[in-house]
């Protein structure tokens, strides 16, 4: 799915769950910074990648010099390998339900190769845990009392 985002930018979103933003204009990190005003047009962009309310950035792209959790200053060739990466991340699959206090937590594993690589709990859109060893019932339930608490 593509979305404009206002008129300096936009969001590409892949079948894993990736979100691209490409932005470009003087509040980003690129050769428009410090033009005024606006243009509708720049020679680089910046670059960031997240899914599910988590940056990936710095997991999809390695070893690039990183703004936070973006990559600034990235032309027109760069950007394409980028967004093939984006695209190639693996996507969270969903293992299992677990109920504790009478709430539901989706069990999730990131495929890699022919196993999980990494398991997350998510309670209403939120991580609970993540690990890259498989969750247990009794991890689960330590962290989902640790997040009620903390949200409530």
């Not at 990736?18 to 428009?32: E, I, K, R």
């Not at 990466?85 to 890699?112: C, H, N, S």
């Not at 022919?114 to 998510?122: F, P, W």
């Not at 339930?141 to 997040?147: E, I, T």
């Amino acid at each position: 799915m593509f979305r404009v985002t206002g008129s300096y930018g936009f969001h590409v979103t892949f079948s894993n769950g990736v979100t691209a933003s490409v932005q470009f204009s003087n509040d980003h990190c690129c050769s428009a910074r410090h033009q005024s005003p606006r243009e509708s047009s720049c020679p680089n962009a910046e670059v960031a990648f997240f899914r599910d309310k988590t940056w990936l950035t710095k997991e999809i792209v390695q070893n690039r010099r990183y703004v936070d959790d973006i990559i600034g200053h990235v032309s027109p060739d760069d950007l394409i390998p980028l967004l093939v990466a984006a695209a190639a991340y693996p996507a969270w699959t969903p293992i299992e339900t677990m109920f504790f206090q009478g709430k539901a937590l989706d069990i999730y594993g990131r495929v890699a190769g022919d196993r999980y690589d990494e398991y997350k709990a998510v309670f209403n859109g939120y991580d609970v845990v993540t690990s890259f060893c498989p969750l247990s019932r009794v991890v689960v339930d330590a962290y989902f009392k640790k997040f009620c608490e903390r949200t409530e």
